[in-house]
């Protein structure tokens, strides 16, 4: 059977390639490895082929022969039929992926599905919609990847396979909801699916504060970006439906978010009924929380003054407090102020530069109360309303089409609320609570040993706007095709995106700045923000203010009880991440909860020691149990073994490590680093430097490390 290539491809070398060149590709084929679920005979028919390029253009007059055939702009070799399987491994290895699954489809329809046929398929598809992915057609690329999905399970083979291309439509997610939200047509079939696919992901968090694991691998601080994201992407009446489900969690984010929706939704279709609902949630938030000003703006809006005035009477909210009576002053008549003058325009702009940006339907350039009471359905809806201004008449009174409000003691550590749910009849009764999901394992890094390219991180949301612009991924960058042992264990490369929390770009972190930048500015705290968000009340208030803003999350979450001492130490090492030497605080910091700079480095410099042990002339492989994790440790032991089998090692004058990044990971035990690593390192074949093979440069790697035993160890990692 004929089959797209020809030696100089198998090699990975140009037509002018010297002796030398050959000689060198001939080596770093040999040493890079398939992809783990190749029957043997594959691997050695692969080895074959290998070894056949070498022989003919190693040899001058074969391969002038050779050369000579190869006219045609895209030539064909020969291959028996036992090696096709091996020869369209190759393909997929060198990035030939769409000629390798046109080849695999051509081969299955002559012959039984073969294993090792539908091994080549799968990986084809796995980075077909991984380039798919890099250009940002995300759709094609979750089509991709679920034909490849489909395949496999049909067939009931390759698990590791399985769970590679499941990872990757997991991650993948949040970039598909981002772009099918942005479609114009709200009615769009593609569109309604996003919304389904952002439930899903709520689902399998267990919602905005959840603890469950979508596989996303975003963090609890980056899910709540991606939902401040996803939110402006929303209609003001589909974020209600979605927000008002989840604050039966309980959630009080979502509670919060809901509250906003009705009184948007209220205002803006001239129904009182959505305002005095959002009144009910606000009351539940009130019994821990000081949210008056909210509570004062529902009154008005429902046309009950005196009580929005004792409201303000209550608020703590200085800020909002003097912007009020600051506008109550300029209005004022005959030197008398008014103060529900000055809330009115408090109002309207709150609504105009706070409420109405973040629904996707609602484009309303000045906010008008006189308008809104002026419409008769507003008037008449007022007029018929009971005048009681009793909390639990509130609550009582907000439930539409029988929808309860569930309460819990704990509230998802947010400061627990009420026991019971009022109902519209004035019972109470024990909420239902979302059963709590099994426990999922946070590491999802990939343990597939050398890879031709590594698993795709999520990595931080770059982008997107409300004109329909969404999140793109960070491309794939083609790299070198692999060096031998102990440069990388991977061919190709990964782009980690740049952004990071509180960076000031406008990726997720930034998303909520923009609107609130001035609300910041004017709360500035003397102390770290992240001492102050701790000492309010730690992760709860870093999610609020990341989906509410500050001068909100500030009243909302404040908490009088003590904080805990030991959180002091761990945001002082988190906050200067320095190398630490001293015996205390090397002590202190095996105490820390999370990954941090210092540890990371010592991470990474230890396994840069072990690879020169393992690597060198002693090798040394007892080293790599101290560093690396299974299936690394296997198959770095391998990469030396091979070394010692030829009489070869490596060499490593000089290396130097610099920490780039340091991400945390979805619990305390995971996470990963980013670091800059100089290396110059020397290749030796009996004694004799290999000049060829050889290199001095720097280069850059994601490293993905697991505690245990109270030692970080390396799972993984991936050349950038």
Same mark, same amino acid.
């Given at each position: 059977?004929?089959?797209?290539?020809?030696?100089?491809?198998?090699?990975?070398?140009?037509?002018?390639?010297?002796?030398?060149?050959?000689?060198?590709?001939?080596?770093?084929?040999?040493?890079?490895?398939?992809?783990?679920?190749?029957?043997?005979?594959?691997?050695?028919?692969?080895?074959?082929?290998?070894?056949?390029?070498?022989?003919?253009?190693?040899?001058?007059?074969?391969?002038?022969?050779?050369?000579?055939?190869?006219?045609?702009?895209?030539?064909?070799?020969?291959?028996?039929?036992?090696?096709?399987?091996?020869?369209?491994?190759?393909?997929?290895?060198?990035?030939?992926?769409?000629?390798?699954?046109?080849?695999?489809?051509?081969?299955?329809?002559?012959?039984?599905?073969?294993?090792?046929?539908?091994?080549?398929?799968?990986?084809?598809?796995?980075?077909?919609?991984?380039?798919?992915?890099?250009?940002?057609?995300?759709?094609?690329?979750?089509?991709?990847?679920?034909?490849?999905?489909?395949?496999?399970?049909?067939?009931?083979?390759?698990?590791?396979?399985?769970?590679?291309?499941?990872?990757?439509?997991?991650?993948?997610?949040?970039?598909?909801?981002?772009?099918?939200?942005?479609?114009?047509?709200?009615?769009?079939?593609?569109?309604?699916?996003?919304?389904?696919?952002?439930?899903?992901?709520?689902?399998?968090?267990?919602?905005?504060?959840?603890?469950?694991?979508?596989?996303?691998?975003?963090?609890?601080?980056?899910?709540?970006?991606?939902?401040?994201?996803?939110?402006?992407?929303?209609?003001?009446?589909?974020?209600?439906?979605?927000?008002?489900?989840?604050?039966?969690?309980?959630?009080?984010?979502?509670?919060?978010?809901?509250?906003?929706?009705?009184?948007?939704?209220?205002?803006?279709?001239?129904?009182?009924?959505?305002?005095?609902?959002?009144?009910?949630?606000?009351?539940?938030?009130?019994?821990?929380?000081?949210?008056?000003?909210?509570?004062?703006?529902?009154?008005?809006?429902?046309?009950?003054?005196?009580?929005?005035?004792?409201?303000?009477?209550?608020?703590?909210?200085?800020?909002?407090?003097?912007?009020?009576?600051?506008?109550?002053?300029?209005?004022?008549?005959?030197?008398?102020?008014?103060?529900?003058?000055?809330?009115?325009?408090?109002?309207?702009?709150?609504?105009?530069?706070?409420?109405?940006?973040?629904?996707?339907?609602?484009?309303?350039?000045?906010?008008?109360?006189?308008?809104?009471?002026?419409?008769?359905?507003?008037?008449?809806?007022?007029?018929?309303?009971?005048?009681?201004?009793?909390?639990?008449?509130?609550?009582?009174?907000?439930?539409?089409?029988?929808?309860?409000?569930?309460?819990?003691?704990?509230?998802?550590?947010?400061?627990?609320?009420?026991?019971?749910?009022?109902?519209?009849?004035?019972?109470?009764?024990?909420?239902?609570?979302?059963?709590?999901?099994?426990?999922?394992?946070?590491?999802?890094?990939?343990?597939?040993?050398?890879?031709?390219?590594?698993?795709?991180?999520?990595?931080?949301?770059?982008?997107?706007?409300?004109?329909?612009?969404?999140?793109?991924?960070?491309?794939?960058?083609?790299?070198?095709?692999?060096?031998?042992?102990?440069?990388?264990?991977?061919?190709?490369?990964?782009?980690?995106?740049?952004?990071?929390?509180?960076?000031?770009?406008?990726?997720?972190?930034?998303?909520?700045?923009?609107?609130?930048?001035?609300?910041? /500015? $004017? *709360?500035?705290? +003397?102390?770290?923000?992240? %001492?102050?968000?701790?000492? &309010? @009340?730690?992760?709860?208030?870093?999610? #609020?203010?990341?989906?509410?803003?500050?001068?909100?999350?500030?009243?909302?979450?404040?908490?009088?009880?003590?904080?805990?001492?030991?959180?002091?130490?761990?945001?002082?090492?988190?906050?200067?991440?320095?190398?630490?030497?001293?015996?205390?605080?090397?002590?202190?910091?095996?105490?820390?909860?999370?990954?941090?700079?210092?540890? /990371? $480095? *010592?991470?990474? +410099?230890?396994?840069?020691? %072990?690879?020169?042990?393992? &690597? @060198?002339?002693?090798?040394?492989?007892? #080293?790599?149990?101290?560093?690396?994790?299974?299936?690394?440790?296997?198959?770095?032991?391998?990469?030396?073994?091979?070394?010692?089998?030829?009489?070869?090692?490596?060499?490593?004058?000089?290396?130097?490590?610099?920490?780039?990044?340091?991400?945390?990971?979805?619990?305390?035990?995971?996470?990963?680093?980013?670091?800059?690593?100089?290396?110059?390192?020397?290749?030796?074949?009996?004694?004799?430097?290999?000049?060829?093979?050889?290199?001095?440069?720097?280069?850059?790697?994601?490293?993905?490390?697991?505690?245990?035993?109270?030692?970080?160890?390396?799972?993984?990692?991936?050349?950038?």
């Amino acid at each position: 059977m004929q089959v797209p290539l020809d030696y100089y491809r198998i090699l990975m070398l140009p037509l002018q390639a010297d002796a030398n060149s050959i000689e060198s590709a001939y080596q770093r084929r040999l040493y890079q490895e398939l992809w783990p679920g190749y029957s043997a005979d594959t691997v050695a028919a692969r080895q074959r082929l290998i070894q056949t390029a070498r022989e003919v253009l190693g040899d001058a007059a074969r391969r002038q022969e050779y050369d000579s055939q190869l006219t045609a702009t895209h030539p064909l070799l020969e291959v028996d039929l036992q090696d096709i399987p091996a020869a369209l491994a190759i393909q997929c290895e060198n990035g030939d992926y769409e000629l390798a699954l046109s080849g695999v489809q051509v081969a299955l329809r002559e012959s039984e599905p073969a294993p090792d046929l539908l091994l080549t398929q799968a990986i084809a598809r796995l980075y077909l919609g991984r380039e798919q992915w890099q250009k940002g057609d995300y759709e094609a690329a979750a089509s991709m990847l679920q034909q490849a999905l489909a395949e496999l399970i049909n067939h009931h083979v390759f698990p590791e396979v399985q769970a590679e291309v499941i990872s990757d439509l997991n991650k993948l997610r949040p970039y598909r909801i981002l772009k099918l939200l942005s479609l114009p047509d709200e009615l769009d079939p593609k569109r309604q699916e996003g919304l389904t696919l952002f439930r899903n992901m709520l689902d399998e968090r267990m919602g905005i504060e959840g603890a469950g694991q979508d596989g996303s691998e975003l963090s609890a601080e980056d899910f709540l970006r991606f939902v401040q994201k996803a939110r402006t992407q929303m209609t003001v009446s589909e974020q209600q439906e979605i927000f008002e489900i989840e604050a039966k969690r309980p959630s009080v984010v979502a509670t919060y978010l809901a509250v906003y929706a009705l009184i948007a939704r209220g205002y803006v279709e001239n129904r009182p009924a959505l305002i005095r609902r959002a009144r009910g949630y606000l009351v539940r938030l009130a019994q821990r929380h000081d949210i008056n000003l909210e509570q004062a703006i529902c009154a008005l809006l429902l046309g009950q003054p005196e009580e929005a005035t004792r409201l303000l009477e209550r608020s703590k909210d200085s800020e909002a407090l003097d912007s009020i009576r600051s506008e109550s002053e300029e209005i004022a008549t005959n030197g008398e102020t008014d103060v529900l003058l000055g809330l009115c325009r408090y109002i309207e702009g709150w609504l105009q530069d706070e409420v109405f940006p973040e629904y996707r339907d609602l484009d309303i350039s000045q906010a008008s109360l006189s308008t809104y009471f002026e419409n008769p359905q507003v008037q008449q809806y007022l007029d018929e309303m009971p005048a009681s201004s009793a909390e639990i008449d509130w609550l009582a009174n907000s439930m539409e089409g029988g929808v309860s409000l569930p309460f819990s003691d704990s509230d998802s550590g947010f400061s627990g609320l009420a026991a019971n749910a009022v109902h519209s009849n004035g019972t109470t009764t024990t909420p239902e609570v979302s059963p709590s999901a099994a426990a999922v394992s946070s590491d999802t890094t990939s343990t597939t040993a050398s890879p031709p390219v590594p698993p795709l991180p999520m990595g931080h949301f770059n982008g997107g706007d409300r004109n329909g612009h969404s999140a793109i991924a960070d491309g794939y960058r083609t790299a070198a095709p692999e060096p031998p042992p102990g440069i990388s264990p991977y061919v190709g490369a990964i782009a980690e995106a740049d952004a990071r929390l509180g960076d000031g770009d406008e990726g997720l972190g930034s998303m909520y700045e923009g609107e609130a930048e001035d609300r910041v /500015a $004017r *709360r500035q705290p +003397e102390e770290s923000s992240s %001492v102050w968000l701790l000492r &309010l @009340g730690g992760a709860a208030v870093v999610l #609020a203010v990341l989906a509410l803003g500050w001068r909100v999350a500030s009243r909302l979450f404040t908490n009088p009880t003590p904080v805990q001492t030991e959180i002091q130490p761990l945001v002082a090492l988190e906050a200067s991440p320095v190398e630490i030497a001293s015996a205390a605080e090397i002590a202190a910091l095996a105490t820390a909860r999370k990954l941090t700079e210092a540890s /990371a $480095r *010592r991470a990474i +410099e230890s396994w840069q020691a %072990v690879k020169r042990e393992a &690597l @060198g002339e002693n090798y040394n492989l007892a #080293a790599l149990d101290d560093i690396l994790l299974e299936p690394l440790r296997s198959s770095w032991l391998e990469r030396a073994q091979q070394l010692q089998a030829i009489g070869a090692h490596w060499s490593y004058p000089q290396q130097a490590v610099e920490v780039e990044q340091v991400i945390p990971g979805a619990t305390d035990d995971v996470g990963s680093v980013v670091v800059q690593i100089s290396e110059t390192a020397d290749y030796i074949v009996n004694g004799q430097r290999q000049p060829n093979i050889s290199y001095s440069n720097p280069y850059r790697v994601r490293y993905n490390l697991v505690r245990q035993d109270g030692r970080w160890m390396i799972q993984s990692f991936a050349t950038l």
